[in-house]
């Protein structure tokens, strides 16, 4: 025979014996090592796949923040505005009494266009009189007694309030009804 002995008991060369158990360790190793470093691509890919939406989401929020923004930016000025609009409202009605009508119809006409303006960026005026009273766009001043109005509707409107798209600028100032003492 050749230089290698024949093991009885296997039918294995002896010399290729510790060849192929070595082989199987390195196998097993590799198979280790394969699968770890799959795993490691699996958390990879999950941490990138978790990472793209959560930047998708960022862009949305962002998107719908700076529309929020824009559309409200103007909500400043128009509540600065809704104070000088007041005193132009209490300036008219006291022309009227002091008879200059010319003057009060000039005053209406400045009235009237700023309202427009306000209305061009989405600022309205809350419509209260006669409505069920909401304390999210009214503020109670008083209470009026009232037999022709239902318990909690508003009878009296002392200061006019605004809102900008949903938002409210400033609640309306009202009286609401109560029912009579009997």
Same mark, same amino acid.
Do not use: C, M
């Given at each position: 025979m050749s230089g290698t002995t024949q093991n009885s008991e296997n039918?294995? /060369?002896?010399?290729? *014996?510790?060849a192929d158990s070595t082989q199987t360790t390195e196998t097993a190793s590799m198979r280790e090592e394969l699968a770890q470093v799959q795993r490691q691509r699996d958390e990879y890919l999950d941490q990138l796949q978790r990472n !793209?939406?959560? +930047? *998708?989401?960022?862009?949305? !929020?962002?998107k719908t923040q700076a529309? =929020? /923004?824009?559309?409200? &930016?103007?909500?400043? #000025?128009a509540k /600065? #505005?809704?104070?000088?609009?007041?005193?132009?409202? !209490? &300036?008219?009605?006291?022309?009227?009494?002091? *008879?200059a009508p010319g003057i009060a119809e000039g005053l209406d006409m400045v009235q009237r266009q700023l309202r427009?303006?306000?209305a061009k960026h989405g600022v309205e005026p809350i419509v209260a009189?006669?409505?069920? +009273? /909401?304390? =999210? +766009?009214?503020? *109670?001043i008083l209470q009026q007694p009232s037999a022709e109005h239902p318990e909690g509707t508003v009878v009296a409107e002392m200061s006019k309030g605004y809102r900008i798209r949903d938002r409210v600028l400033r609640p309306s100032r009202v009286s609401v009804s109560v029912k009579p003492a009997s």
């Open positions: 039918g294995q /060369d002896e010399a290729t *014996a510790p !793209r939406a959560e +930047f *998708a989401n960022y862009q949305k !929020r962002s529309e =929020s /923004d824009r559309i409200y &930016a103007v909500g400043s #000025l /600065d #505005l809704l104070d000088a609009l007041d005193n132009l409202d !209490r &300036a008219t009605d006291a022309l009227r009494t002091s *008879a427009e303006v306000l009189l006669g409505e069920p +009273f /909401d304390p =999210s +766009f009214h503020e *109670a």
